[in-house]
């Protein structure tokens, strides 16, 4: 068994990507950042995941500047960020030079540990950024993205662990997006994977089923090291279990985290004031325990985000018939895990599959893509009838997906000019070209010029 159990503080990323929707800004976490600073977190989760895209997209904000702030306020914490693989922050693959550029600037502005995953757990999409964040000197967390299927299996998640600690990562992540993991599956993988791999092991769940609290008294006997926690105000529903509840759960244990409650409950105090803010991006099930999930596998950060594009369409309730098309979609895509971006694939397909009472009918480009094999080898099987459905006569490719990309840096750098104030304004320009360059013009005060001088023409 373990020792002292460390944690992963997720306040400032996973839980708001789960609960608000990504919302939440940058003002209202630089107040609590110098007492998160002095809590004693293994780490704390601050960057990656959907926080990028969003702070762009919805609260034009400059990630980076977000990150830097965050940094200069939490100068002792070790800051950890998600990567998904060769997709970066993104919902596509990107060119090599792209993800490395993005890994050595991350690590250049605050990041400490990366922890890479890859949708379908295909290594051939995690390696650039693996090796990047190793070239970098930082911390690098191998993720094996648990789900449940016919074609997964103990064994399965064992084989995926070893690939990645082949690659040199300095610890191997389960990564529990959906909340699917029961407590004795979790004794059953983790002790294998103690049992073959001498690295630290880590554990990343939700507690949307309910089982989350139970699953990491069990991963704890079963030897993992790391768990993933929130701050109680944005703790439970789709995001992970409270910290002072597993705090509290350990202390006078061999396991006891050694974090002090009196200090965490100052910090609850201040989030539960913040999540008040954020009341229009609450969804309803943010309260509930939905073991209907196991069945439709939806993930925690997708779920509220789902439900609120429902909402723009006025179609929020057809959730019921996008949740239980989405288990056939995925299984005519041969069971790949539902972590972004494959859970935006089978989620928008199950929806137009719903929106439209034709299955199939109207095909995404992304379910396309796919089935091309641009997003990695699936799992397991594809059917062959939508494949032929969908793909005509065409093949998919069997090399990995990246190799089929040219370089991006350069022509991002030339394509954005002069409106790229530094390197890692080009980089999301190559990241996101469209909303980038709009963020820009926002920010720059040249947007709103251009509209003054169309509405006196």
């Not at 029961?182 to 939700?206: C, F, Q």
């Not at 018939?321 to 056939?328: K, N």
């Not at 939508?386 to 030339?414: F, N, S």
């Not at 360059?437 to 709103?448: A, H, I, T």
Request: proline content about 5%.
């Amino acid at each position: 068994m373990a020792g002292k159990v460390e944690l992963m503080e997720t306040v400032l990323r996973d839980a708001h990507q789960c609960l608000l929707a990504t919302r939440m800004r940058t003002e209202d976490m630089l107040p609590i950042a110098a007492k998160l600073d002095q809590v004693g977190y293994w780490s704390m989760e601050t960057w990656g995941g959907a926080t990028f895209d969003a702070a762009l997209r919805y609260l034009k904000e400059c990630p980076w500047e977000r990150l830097r702030k965050l940094r200069a306020a939490m100068p002792k914490t070790r800051f950890q960020m998600l990567v998904r693989g060769q997709n970066v922050v993104g919902y596509r693959n990107y060119p090599d030079d792209v993800v490395q550029a993005f890994i050595e600037r991350a690590a250049a502005n605050g990041i400490d540990v990366f922890r890479v995953f890859d949708a379908m757990n295909d290594i051939r999409n995690m390696k650039t950024a693996i090796d990047a964040g190793l070239k970098a000197g930082k911390t690098v967390e191998g993720g094996v993205c648990y789900t449940i299927s016919p074609v997964h299996s103990p064994d399965y998640f064992l084989r995926v662990a070893e690939k990645l600690a082949e690659t040199g990562v300095q610890i191997i992540c389960l990564k529990d997006m959906g909340g699917l993991l029961a407590p004795y599956a979790a004794y059953e993988i983790i002790k294998k994977i103690k049992s073959r791999i001498p690295l630290p092991l880590h554990l990343h769940s939700h507690c949307t089923t309910g089982l989350s609290p139970m699953n990491y008294l069990m991963a704890i006997e079963a030897g993992a090291d790391i768990l993933d926690t929130a701050i109680a105000p944005l703790s439970q529903g789709t995001s992970q279990p409270a910290t002072e509840q597993v705090v509290a759960a350990l202390m006078g244990t061999a396991h006891d985290t050694g974090l002090d409650l009196a200090k965490l409950g100052e910090i609850a105090e201040y989030f539960y004031q913040v999540r008040r803010k954020y009341a229009e991006f609450e969804s309803p099930v943010n309260n509930q325990i939905k073991t209907d999930v196991l069945v439709s596998q939806v993930p925690g950060g997708m779920l509220s985000n789902l439900i609120a594009q429902l909402r723009q369409q006025n179609a929020e309730d057809r959730l019921d018939a996008v949740l239980e098309e989405m288990p056939h979609v995925r299984k005519d895509l041969g069971y790949p895990p539902l972590v972004t971006p494959t859970s935006q694939i089978v989620g928008s397909q199950a929806a137009l599959n719903v929106m439209t009472g034709k299955r199939y009918g109207v095909v995404a480009s992304e379910t396309r893509n796919y089935l091309m094999g641009l997003y990695g080898e699936p799992p397991g099987p594809v059917s062959e009838e939508i494949k032929k459905k969908v793909l005509g006569k065409k093949q998919p490719i069997t090399c990995r997906p990246a190799d089929l990309l040219q370089p991006g840096l350069e022509a991002a750098r030339k394509e954005i000019g002069s409106l790229a104030a530094s390197e890692e304004d080009v980089i999301s320009y190559a990241l996101f070209p469209e909303i980038a360059k709009e963020f820009f013009l926002s920010r720059d005060g040249r947007q709103d010029r251009q509209q003054a001088v169309g509405s006196r023409q």
